[in-house]
């Protein structure tokens, strides 16, 4: 059985050494692959990655030619992969590599697809937990999920799901929408979170905000669905309250036009105003799903010395 593990390397040259040389120490025994995906990085992450790659004979790297985002560096990854399972873990040590196996003896003893890494407690900071949590609640109602199944960015995927997801082709992956696409064979296992050792967190209010505007448009029509159900009720309402006013002006009550004027031009415009807003988000995405734009673009590949030869 071979172990694959997938690492979107941003900014961590102070970390990528010793984490892969605790991968080598945690895994020792068993066939594994580490393959290193230099989102874009502008530190010195580049030269860690050519060191590790030419120190380790079963370390891929591959360097992208800009800042694509997590997701795509982690699409790539997934694609050069060639384990019968693949983890996904951080780049800064907050996921322990010795917690692998236990996602990969879960992922055998329940048959399972994916399998998930939860945590007794979190060492992110409270800004990340929050978006996490807001995350998992909206994933739990546009995807699916069972709501007790917490989407953690350290999972292990069956390779069967990995080449699966690996089809996606668009330029917003997201990686646990496009899990949820393939299977509901899904595990979870809790495992110890570690502070990060080094640098700061890219998690910031603006990827929080991309994130949900990708999982609200990219993997659910409901948002949709729900403005439509909100239009017919305004049309309803509107439809009864028509009548309601005239029968009310005709016994006499006093009903100044100009207040029911304001009210229902406040009314249809919100309600416009949102929905040509929604409209906008899934016109622009399908503008650039359907315009070519790539996931990630591939600068250099180094292969590791098993596959020099395939």
Request: charged share 20%.
């Amino acid at each position: 059985m071979l172990i694959s593990v997938v690492i979107p390397v941003y900014n961590s040259e102070a970390t990528l050494g010793p984490l892969a040389e605790r991968l080598h120490q945690s895994l020792a025994g068993h066939a594994f692959e580490l393959v290193l995906v230099n989102d874009g990085s502008a530190d010195r992450s580049d030269a860690v990655c050519r060191s590790l790659a030419n120190r380790y004979s079963n370390v891929l790297y591959v360097q992208l030619r800009r800042n694509f985002g997590e997701f795509n560096a982690v699409l790539c990854g997934l694609r050069y992969a060639q384990g019968d399972y693949t983890v996904i873990i951080d780049d800064d040590f907050q996921n322990p590599p010795d917690e692998i196996l236990k996602l990969v003896e879960a992922a055998e003893r329940g048959g399972y697809d994916v399998v998930y890494s939860y945590y007794a407690r979190k060492e992110h900071h409270w800004f990340r937990n929050l978006g996490s949590r807001l995350t998992n609640a909206l994933a739990t109602y546009l995807l699916g999920k069972p709501r007790s199944l917490y989407l953690s960015s350290f999972k292990l995927i069956r390779r069967e799901v990995v080449q699966e997801i690996s089809r996606y082709s668009g330029p917003y992956p997201y990686i646990d929408g496009l899990l949820f696409r393939v299977t509901r064979n899904v595990g979870a296992v809790e495992v110890t979170h570690q502070k990060r050792q080094a640098g700061q967190s890219s998690y910031t209010v603006k990827k929080l905000i991309s994130l949900f505007i990708n999982v609200l448009v990219c993997y659910s029509p409901l948002p949709l669905r729900l403005f439509t159900v909100i239009g017919l009720l305004l049309f309803s309402l509107g439809f009864l309250a028509v009548p309601g006013l005239l029968i009310a002006r005709l016994a006499g009550a006093a009903i100044d036009g100009w207040l029911v004027v304001l009210a229902t031009m406040l009314l249809l415009t919100g309600f416009l105003g949102a929905f040509l807003g929604l409209m906008s988000e899934y016109l622009g995405k399908l503008f650039m799903a359907y315009s070519g734009q790539p996931p990630y673009v591939v600068k250099d590949v180094v292969l590791p010395e098993t596959r020099l030869h395939d």
